[in-house]
Each structure stands twice: as C-alpha cells, then as structure tokens.
C-alpha cells in the first residue's frame, strides 16, 4: 500500500532473485546481452496488442520487477512466430524467454494467465486421456469454459469445418497411452510444475 | 585428492606464445597443468625433448606451432608436422601412450582457443592417470652437443624422414 | 526415398485434406511415406506453456520411436516440424534436460539417441526429390494462376530448411514448377496468429485481414499454405475477419500439395479439394507472361 | 660450472601479487642452486626496479639475471637493456612469464603459486646454461613500401617522402584516394572531402620521393627489418605510362560504356577510363571485359586518337622488384554488404541506398551533380536514415563501426539542406558523437529538427496498410523511448553500413608475416603502447585496416606510423638476432640435410671441407635444422639442447624431487 504514495521505485522492492531465476533456465541466461535496441519489439507482428513491448519485459526482468512483467499480457499475446528470435542482432532466443515467463506466471497462478491456462489445461488432458488432441472437443470445451458466449462466434467456423468432415467428433485412444500417461506423469513431476 | 597432471608444453613464441599471452590479457581462465617452455619455432623442437620431458616425469606434453601457412619463418611448422608420425612411432617403442603428447596449430589471436585445449588435453591426461617413471620405460636423453647419445641418434635419425631407412634397418 | 510419416493431430480433423493430398501425391513422387507407428501429439505450443520437460519428453517419445526404424521423419504440420526439429537441439545442448527426459522415457521403456533426422514435406519435396522430378509430372500446369506462396512461421523458425528465414524462396520455387504465377507477398513469413486464435481471436484476426489484405491487393486467386493450422485461421476464419472489419474477402486457401495434386492432373477427391470452404473455381488462366 | 644468479620477483602491483604468492616464490628462488640473492619488488620494470637489478650485477657480481615478471614479448628488452647497462650481456638474462601465463589466467592461489615456481625454476634452469652473445648489426635500407593509397597510405607517404626518403605505395586500384575519394563532405567540419584530399593526391603523384605503382598487388615478402625484398605485380592497363599525357581523348572517343564501380553504377564509364576525373595518376586504363577489341579483335577507336601513341593492347603484366627497409599496412576496410540483411531491402527496393552511393549522390561531382532525387528524378519528402547496419550485430559485425552514427548525421544535415521541407528520420541504438566537436554537431542537427527515434529498424517493405503508407517504403520500428511499435512511410531509406575488414585482409597479412584477428582486422603489437607496429618487426599499420576509424583518427595514425619508420630509418643500422644456428665442422657429417631444412637457404655447403656452414646474415634462428641435424652438430646459439633440457628439468623440478 505504501507504494501508491511512493514516486519512484525502490531498489530494495526490486526483486533480483527473479532475474537469476530467469537466468537458470535453459536460454534464460542470454538476456543478460541485450542491447534494448528494440528489433524484437519493431519486429513482433503482435507487439501493438502488449502492454509492455518484449523489449520492455527483458528490461523489466533484469530490473528486478517480477510482478509487473508476469501480469502483463506481452507474454500471453506471443503468438511463437520467432520472428525476433531470428532477427535478435544479440540472439537471444526471446519466444523461448516468452515460454519461461509464461510457466512462472502459470506457477504464480497470474488472472491474465487464465485463458491460456485453461487453453493449455484443455490441451493437456485431452492428449493425456487420448494421446492425441481432438481439435473438435477441444474448441467447444474450452469455449465453454472460457466465454459460452463467445462460442457464438466461433459456432459458424465449428459448423463449417464440420460440413466438409473437417471436425471428428469420435475419439480412440493410442495403443500405448498407458505408456504415455506414464512419461507423462514423470515428466510433470520431473518438471517440477503444471 | 585428485591427480593434477603436470603437463609441459611448447610454445612457438610467433603464434601459440602469443596466443597464451592474449588469453592472459583476455583473462581467459584455464586449467594451471601446463608449465610452458618457450622456443622461436616449433620446428627447434626436437622429439628428444619431448622424450626428456617424459622422462623427467611430464604426464603429458603439448606442443603448439602456428596455423600452417602462418609460420613465421615460412614453414618449419611443416617440417614439424612431418617429424610427428616417427615421433608417436618413437613413443610406443618406449610404452608412452601417445594420448600424453598433442600437437596443436594455434594463432596469435586464438586465446580463447589455447585455454580451450588445454582444459581438454588435462583432462584427457588427467584420465590417463600418472606417468610411471621407468615402468614406461623412459632413459632420460642428455645434452648431446658434442658427443651424440645413442637414444638421441635414433630419434634424430627416425626425425628425419629420407634417412629413416637406414637408419631402421 | 523413404521416409517415416508423422502426420500429427489435425490430420485426422483441421487438416485432413493435407493428409490426403500428401498420401495421393507421395507415390508419385517417389516419396514412401510409413506412418509412425502409435504416434502421439507433439504438444503444440500448448505444452510449453505448462511444462517444458514435459513438451520435449512428448515429442522425445514419437522421435524415439522413429529412431527404431531409423529413417529421417519427414512432417507437413510446421507446428509438429518445429516441435521435432527443436526437441533434436534442445536435447543436445542442454544435457541436464536430456537426462530428465530420459528417465520419463524410461517409464515406458523407451530411449531416444538424438539421431533422428527431421523435416518439413515441402523441404523433402524441394530438396530431396527435386523440381525437375516435380515438372517432369505436370500434366495440367496451372497457367495464369496467380497463387499467394505463404510460408507462415515454424515452417522458417526458428529452424529451417532454407538458407535465409528471412527470405525464403521454396515455396515460390515450387508454385513456378507446377506453372502457376506466384505473387510478390510481402507478408509471406508473417504470423497468421496461430493458436492466437484460439486464446486472443482480436489479434489473430487482425493478422489474418493483413494477410488476406496483401494476398488480393496482389490479385492473388487463392493462397497456398504449407500448415493445417494457418489454412484453418485463413480460411474458416475468413467469415469472421469480414465481420469484424467489415470486408469482403473470399479467397481460397489451398495447400502446396492440393496445387501439385491439380497439376499433376489427380481426382479432386483423392486431394481433399472437397473439404474447401471456399473452393477454388478458376484453375488456370491465359498467362499473361505468355501473351506479352 | 657455478653460476651467481640473481632472480626478481615483480609484483606487477596486485596484478601478480594478487594470485601468486610472491614471499614463497622468493624463498623458493633462494633454494634454487646457483642462485646467490633473490628479490620481489612492486614494479620491477619501473626505474627504482631495474635500478635494483644494476646494483645487484655490480656489488654481488652476477652472472645471470633471472625476472619473474610479464610476457618477455613485453618486457624482455627492458631488462636486457637494463643488464647490459650494467655490463652483463644482454643474452644473459632470462624471463619467466608469471602473469599472462598464470596470475592472469589461474584462479586458484596455491595451484598458481605452483606453476609460477615451475616457470620460474625453468628459467633459472635454462639461466645456468646460457651463454653471451654479440648481437650483430646491419645497415637498414631507408626506402619504405607502403601498401595502400588511401588516406592513410597518402598521409604516412608524404610524412616520409618530405624527410628526403624513398617511397614506394602501392595500391591496388588504378588510382589512388581510396575510399575518402568517394565522400563529399566530411563530419562534423563539413569541408568538402576533395577539397582536403586532391592536394595530397596530387602532391603524392608529383612527390620527387614517391614512387606510385598503381594497379598493381604486392606479390611476395621475403627478408626481415631493415631489409625487405618485395615483389609487385603491376597489372596491365594496356597503357604505357611513360607516353601516355593523361589528355583524355581516348576516353572520350571510346564508343562502348558500361556501369562506373567508382559511382556505385549510378553512372556509365568507358571501356577505357579513368575512375574519376581527379584520379592521380592521369593515365587511364582499359578494360577487358568490356573493351571490344578483346571480344571481336576490331575497334580500336582509343588508338587512332592518341597522339603519343600510349595505347598497347599487347602490353603485358610487369613485375617489379623492389627493396626496403620497413612496410606500412594501409589497406583501409570494406563497406557492410546491407543485401545480408534482407528485411532492409537493399537492392529489392530502388530507394534504398547504402551509404557509399549516398555519398556519391550528394557529391556535386556524382551521378545527380549533388541534387537529392529519387529514380523518378522527384525530391523526396521523407528520408529514413538507419544506423547499425552490419555493426553491433552478432549474426555480422560484432564491432562498432565508430563512424556511421557521425556519417549518418552528416548525411541527415546535407538532406536537410538540400531538401529544405523533406522529413529527416535517423534510427539509432545508441548516437555516439565521441571525438572533437562531434557532440557539437549532434546538437546542431537536433535545432534543424532532425528526427531523432531510439530503435533499431525490424523491416523495411512496400506493403501498405492504408492509403497515407501507398506508395511509401514503410519502416517497421519500436520506439523505445516511448515503448510503442512505430509504421513510418517515408520516400527513401539511407543504410548506414558498418565498416568491415577486406575479405582478404587475413590473406595479404599473412604476405607480410602480420596477423589478423577473428573479425579480419590487423592486430596491433600492443592495444596501448603500440598501436601501429605488428608483432613482425618493420612493419606497421596505419588507418581502418586496424580497426573501423574516421578521417582524423586514421591521418594520426598514419603520421604515428611514418614517425615509427622514421626513426628506424634515423639509426640508420639496427642489431638483428644474434640467437642463430651455429655448426660444430668436426661433427657435421656432411649429410646436408639442413641445406633442404633451411627456410631461407642460410646453409651452404663446403664442397673441400665436406661440411655444412650457416650464413649468419641469413639465419633467423628458428632452430629448424638443429631439431633435423642427425649428428647434433649444429647449435641453437640461446636455445641449445642442453638449455632447453635444463629448463625442462626446472619447469618439472617438483616431479624430480
């Protein structure tokens, strides 16, 4: 609360641990090169939907500021084109550094992660009951679980691609999907998160 | 207490030398196994010396000449490069691994590179283990200016390819 | 040549006239294509969000049951090309998530060596097996046919086939072959949004109208994609773009594959042509090349 | 034999004495045989140190000085300078090098303090055994060959020609001026490049004491300081270059025409030409690939024309052999190729220049008489400037080019000028106005409104999103000033491409025994204190071939140069190794095997004595035929097998005990 009245941002509310957290991750740590020249943001065909451009967000990670970039949807509107991430003049690989925030923010349980995380989540189930996603169930389950309202729009495109068989609704798991639910578990576990 | 291989190395002082010397100024951090001796050319390396070297109880012995094409006097890393193959023929007869000895081209502006090769040829030396003195089977060469050593004439003789011949038969 | 297939998820939904057309068009070509035996899903982008050791021991499992057969795996999906491709650097530049992936392997007795070769169809078809192969099979060159060569992303990055992501020129390549006029495209490599949609449909919509946009400013007749995912957003979406920015776009959106398929005279049918919703009418044109 | 060694332990303040350490090393040294006194002192290179060393020599009447210290590349002459001064001959004195090779590069004390004990029982190893020797002098040929006609080349030339000595510059191009040729105006002064540089252009061409080869490589280096033997192929011009006046008719009467590499194709030359028209020298050349009389054998409109008769299309190359004392290296750099970067789109859109063909633009003698207009000969309204193409860019250049910034404002100032209502926008990450007056001038263009915007360009393309960007090339940009991602249509785009060395640089220094470091660019004897000379004695670099650098910095740099060869030269003679191959007659076997082993043919061979002999003038001391000689007969005066066997006992003296 004492921050509301507080101009500038103090050093001692800075959270440096989360910049080494970023660092541990595998490619976390080349964000330590950039340059701020700002060619991922110029380059990102989705930056004018952030609310803090890439650039910002490596900016903000290194100052320390955890919360303000796991709450911002910069990392939920990377849309993984890797269009920065081949043109970084320092190459950091910077939609990898974008999937590493987005599992911290996971982990932080952040409100602007929902609907990814319901999308993930949604993903991630059906694969784990069928090996596979059924892209049919998938939509309407989410849909349902994000905005029933929205399903609306998307009704006419779900009528479309079903007329011309392009949404199955008849589902069979893979043979070994015991095998895979186990990798599965391990992995999660092993993962330590999700 | 693990075993720290003692390591002697030959620098060319136009290339590898200086090569060593930029990774210092770089303050490139490497493995301290090497001890390094400094000659004008690594064509001046006589395998007797690296034999010495041996004997005197190195666990490895690395040599570094510049790039071929590069040498500063024109091409005695090549006539180094040719001395090689008699060379690792030398140390089996006398029971070295041939693993302790690496022959390296490194530039003047190969500091990164040095450090790199020596951190990798420790540890190659180092899972060799110690040198065994005498169970390898090394007789220390002596200077020989003068009066040629027998131990010295077969190198030299081996050392040089076109009178290999005689000198094996 | 012979490869092993993954077709991945949306081969059996999305993308199915994908499928078809590559299983009508790859004998042909020479191409001998196995499908990966009990294949699972790659995980998309969908997994990464949630767990990375998890999206690579996913993918990790359908390379390691590749590597058994030993042949390069070749995919038509981008999403899945990329998956593959990365899961291969990943794994070998950073050994400390190689050995956590390994022991969820181990939980079904599976081991992945990190030798499996991977690539994109249009790679295999470009590459591998040639143009000169492709044109010697063209009964029905598609002349005049003005055809928009879009790439998309993962096809290009962060790993491709091409020599410059930036400026990638297969597709084009490929478009010229088969006697259709490919167009300039600026945006060819930009993104359509992907799973955008799905999550963020004002932005991926947007990126979609830019596309349809520069594809028919440049009077293209269809677009070619070389990604189930990317046809999906550019054509079932089209509607919706409309509705949103009041357009009235209604271009078809075909694979590089369907195109072959026409131009090596194939049964519409065999190449999925039927499962268009906007289906192309004109299938070549006086060219005008040839009139000037 | 017993010695008295004395042996110095230098703290090089706590760049030593902070990893090794120096109390044990110096009891150590104590311990050595042979060693009578063992010091350590903070800077044994300073005065106060070497005076310690001189008062050692003659109180305790050393015979050997051992320094623990630095490289011996940095300091070994200090300290053989300091020994003799002392009357201990200089080849009596040995280094051990524990700061390059171990406090710098060893983390681990004890480990350090370790090796530093093993290099330095090497040294006092080898000390036992070294002997004096009496370096021997030779006379140094006072021409010198510089070897580019650039700036630099042009600069260091005149320095050297004026002091009444011979030069020799050699240039690659059919005239000299380099690159600055091409400029029009120069940052921050603004005065106009030609106008600085033709004077000395054609001062070099009228020079007494300068011989111009131009069109013409450097094709062999053989010999060492002082004297250098170089061979130089001057290509043909099909012009003898004594006849020809330089009058011009030929090139006007030549009918066939093809793109001017000189402006960047923006305009046409003959087949017969002159780069330019202030070119020195006057004398044209012809080229084949577009003359016709090498296609169809007829033509030959340029030889009815000239008078003197100059034209000879049989003429062919000439080697010309030549001897001097130093070389300077003044090679310059080549200009960041932008077609690498295809999201630019140089040479995919017409209204995007690099900087080079800018430059001719808006020079009152290129292609537009210095008018600033677009192919459809139209003004533009808005112009793009983008830095850092090429330049601080891991997937290029990781350098900064240190000029484009400084250029790039230039460039946006002579806009302004002559596109009064044009909009200027320069994108930058960082603006870097380091040198005099350069921040001034920066200033300067923030008054005329130039549009500043901080970020690197993503992409330029054509692709309009609406009708203000139709027609326009629209850069694609974060402004992260303000975080916002920025569409900016403008007219025309002016790359500012980064500097880079010359893609054979690696190539040409390894011709003159210098080397070049991974970005291509000569390497300097020392970063500081010895920015122009090269590891190979008698030859320097001066200019851009060292490193991205502007006209002030390079004209400094040549002068540094020529100052370097100048007081060579004022010597007059110089001491050349004395460490040389040496043979026993009574051992040689007359084997001859070092006669073939010899790089520079220094062994002859004695056809009555039957023996082998070394011309010490010629003997480098490589060592090469001692390491082949069968019989041991040849010595390596300074690296004698039993010197080199001491040191290897020493440096392994903790294995032996």
Not at chain 4, 191 to 206: E, H, N
């Amino acid at each position: 609360m004492m921050l509301k009245d507080r101009k500038a941002l103090f050093e001692r509310d800075m959270d440096l641990e989360f910049m080494k957290e970023v660092h541990g991750i595998p490619g976390g740590d080349a964000i330590k090169r950039c340059i701020q020249c700002g060619t991922c943001s110029g380059t990102c065909p989705v930056s004018w939907a952030m609310d803090k451009s890439p650039r910002q967000i490596i900016a903000m990670v290194r100052a320390g500021m955890r919360d303000k970039v796991l709450t911002s949807n910069t990392i939920w509107t990377c849309a993984s084109c890797y269009s920065c991430t081949v043109r970084c003049p320092q190459e950091i690989k910077i939609t990898d550094v974008m999937y590493i925030l987005k599992r911290l923010a996971m982990r932080a349980g952040q409100k602007k992660a929902k609907a990814a995380q319901v999308f993930s989540k949604t993903f991630t189930d059906l694969v784990r009951r069928y090996g596979r996603n059924q892209e049919a169930q998938l939509m309407t389950r989410y849909m349902l679980k994000t905005n029933p309202l929205g399903a609306i729009g998307f009704a006419g495109v779900g009528l479309n691609l079903f007329r011309t068989g392009r949404m199955p609704l008849g589902a069979k798991p893979i043979k070994d999907v015991q095998g895979l639910r186990r990798i599965i578990d391990r992995a999660q576990q092993l993962g330590g998160e999700g | 207490m693990t075993f720290e291989p003692k390591i002697v190395g030959f620098l060319c002082n136009w290339c590898t030398y200086t090569g060593a010397d930029l990774a210092g100024t770089a303050r490139i951090k490497y493995a301290p196994n090497v001890r390094i001796i400094r000659i004008m050319c690594s064509g001046r390396v006589d395998p007797a010396f690296i034999v010495k070297a041996f004997a005197e109880g190195a666990d490895g012995v690395l040599m570094g000449g510049c790039h071929p094409g590069d040498c500063h006097y024109i091409n005695g890393n090549f006539k180094t490069f040719r001395r090689m193959p008699l060379l690792k023929r030398y140390l089996q007869q006398y029971g070295i691994d041939e693993k302790r000895f690496r022959l390296e081209w490194v530039s003047a502006s190969e500091g990164d590179r040095f450090a790199a090769i020596v951190n990798e040829f420790t540890e190659t030396v180092r899972a060799l283990g110690p040198m065994q003195i005498g169970h390898e089977g090394v007789v220390a060469p002596q200077a020989t200016e003068g009066t040629a050593k027998p131990v010295q004439d077969h190198v030299k003789h081996h050392a040089e390819p076109r009178k290999s011949v005689q000198a094996t038969v | 040549m012979s490869y092993i297939y993954y077709p991945g998820c949306s081969a059996h939904a999305g993308g199915r006239a994908y499928d078809e057309s590559i299983q009508a068009i790859a004998p042909k070509l020479g191409v001998e294509l196995k499908e990966l035996e009990d294949w699972n899903c790659c995980g998309a982008t969908a997994y990464m969000n949630v767990n990375e050791v998890l999206s690579f021991s996913l993918t990790a499992r359908n390379l390691a049951l590749a590597e058994k057969e030993n042949k390069p795996v070749c995919t038509a999906c981008s999403a899945c090309y990329t998956n593959l491709a990365k899961t291969n650097v990943y794994l070998h530049k950073f050994p400390e998530l190689k050995a956590k992936v390994d022991t969820a392997l181990a939980e079904a007795n599976l081991t992945y060596n990190g030798n499996v070769e991977t690539k994109h169809f249009l790679d295999v078809v470009v590459t591998a097996i040639g143009l000169d192969k492709v044109k010697s099979l063209v009964k029905k060159p598609l002349s005049g046919l003005k055809v928009a060569p879009y790439y998309g992303c993962q096809i290009l990055r962060p790993l491709s086939g091409e020599k410059d992501p930036e400026n990638p020129v297969m597709l084009e390549q490929l478009l010229e072959a088969i006697g259709a006029t490919p167009t300039k495209f600026a945006l060819k490599t930009w993104c359509c949004g992907g799973s955008l949609m799905g999550t963020n449909d004002a932005v991926a919509l947007r990126l979609c109208r830019n596309l349809l946009m520069n594809a028919v400013e440049d009077g293209a007749d269809v677009i070619a994609v070389t990604c189930p995912l990317c046809q999906t957003n550019l054509e079932a979406f089209q509607p919706r773009v409309n509705a949103m920015f009041g357009t009235s776009f209604k271009i078809p959106v075909l694979y590089f594959t369907q195109l072959m398929g026409m131009a090596f005279d194939m049964p519409d049918r065999s190449l999925g042509l039927a499962r268009s919703i906007i289906p192309l009418t004109v299938r070549s044109k006086p060219n005008p090349e040839v009139r000037a | 034999m017993s010695n008295k060694i004395g042996v110095y332990v230098c703290h090089c303040g706590t760049n030593i004495a902070g990893t090794v350490n120096i109390p044990e090393l110096v009891e150590f040294a104590k311990a050595q045989g042979d060693v009578v006194v063992a010091r350590e002192y903070k800077f044994m290179c300073s005065d106060p140190g070497q005076a310690l060393i001189q008062e050692d020599i003659q109180k305790l009447g050393l015979d050997r000085v051992v320094v623990s210290a630095c490289s011996p590349l940095m300091h070994e002459p200090t300290f053989r300078g300091a020994c003799e001064k002392a009357d201990l001959n200089r080849y009596l004195f040995q280094m051990a090098n524990i700061r390059e090779h171990c406090s710098w590069v060893h983390v681990d004390k004890g480990a350090a303090t370790e090796k530093a004990k093993a290099q330095l029982a090497g040294a006092i190893g080898k000390a036992r055994y070294l002997a004096p020797l009496i370096p021997k002098k030779v006379k140094v040929n006072p021409a010198t060959l510089i070897v580019g006609g650039g700036i630099a080349g042009i600069q260091a030339a005149i320095d050297i020609a004026d002091s009444g000595r011979k030069v020799y510059l050699v240039e690659r191009e059919a005239t000299i001026g380099g690159k600055m040729a091409e400029f029009d105006k120069t940052f921050p002064t603004l005065d106009c490049a030609a106008c600085i540089l033709t004077p000395k252009m054609v001062q070099v061409g009228q020079h007494p004491n300068i011989e111009l080869l131009t069109y013409a490589d450097v094709e062999e280096v053989k010999g060492f300081v002082g004297n250098f033997e170089v061979k130089v192929r001057k290509k043909t011009r099909y012009i003898d270059e004594e006849k020809c006046t330089g009058c011009g008719i030929c090139q006007e009467k030549c009918p066939y025409k093809t793109a001017s590499e000189f402006e960047h194709g923006m305009m046409k030359r003959k087949a017969i030409f002159m780069p330019f028209p202030q070119a020195v020298p006057k004398v044209p050349r012809i080229d084949p690939n577009t003359c016709v009389y090498f296609k169809t054998g007829k033509c030959k409109a340029c030889v009815k024309v000239c008078e003197p008769q100059a034209i000879d299309f049989e003429r062919k190359d000439e080697i010309v052999d030549i001897k001097v004392g130093a070389i300077i290296m003044a090679t310059g750099y080549k200009l960041f190729d932008a077609g690498k970067i295809a999201p630019y789109g140089y040479g995919k859109y017409p209204e995007v220049y690099n900087s080079l063909e800018f430059e001719r633009m808006v020079s009152a003698s290129g292609p537009t008489g210095g008018d600033i207009k677009m192919k459809s000969g139209e003004k533009p309204k808005s112009v793009a400037i983008v830095h850092c193409v090429g330049s601080r860019d891991r997937r290029h250049n990781e350098h900064c080019s240190r000029v484009c910034c400084m250029y790039a404002l230039k460039f946006a100032h002579l806009i302004k000028e002559r596109c009064h209502e044009a909009t200027v926008y320069n994108f930058y990450i960082d603006m870097r106005c380091f040198g005099k007056g350069y921040e001034q001038f920066y200033q300067r263009l923030l008054d005329e409104e130039v549009r500043f915007v901080r970020g690197r360009v993503a992409s330029v393309s054509d692709f309009a999103l609406d009708e203000s960007e139709k027609g326009k090339l629209v850069l694609r940009v974060e402004d992260t000033m303000v975080g916002e991602t920025r569409r900016i249509p403008v007219d025309m785009v002016v790359l500012a491409n980064g500097l880079e060395a010359n893609a054979d640089a690696a190539k040409v220094g390894r011709l003159f025994n210098i080397s070049a470091g991974k970005d291509g660019f000569y390497i300097e004897k020392h970063p500081k204190l010895a920015p122009v000379s090269t590891a190979t004695e008698g030859v320097y670099i001066a200019g851009a071939c060292q490193s991205p650098k502007d006209i002030p910095d390079t004209v400094a740099q040549a002068s540094a140069a020529a100052a370097q060869v100048l007081s060579l030269m004022s010597r007059g003679e110089i001491e050349v190794e004395a460490a040389t191959a040496n043979i026993h007659e009574e051992l040689c076997s007359g084997c001859r095997v070092c006669n073939t082993m010899c790089p520079y043919s220094a062994i002859s061979f004695d056809d009555d004595k039957h023996v082998s002999r070394v011309n010490d003038a010629l003997c480098k001391g490589c060592g090469t035929c001692v390491a082949a000689c069968p019989s041991s007969a040849i010595f390596a005066q300074h690296f004698t097998d039993q010197q080199i066997f001491s040191e290897i006992e020493g440096v392994l003296h903790d294995v032996r005990a």
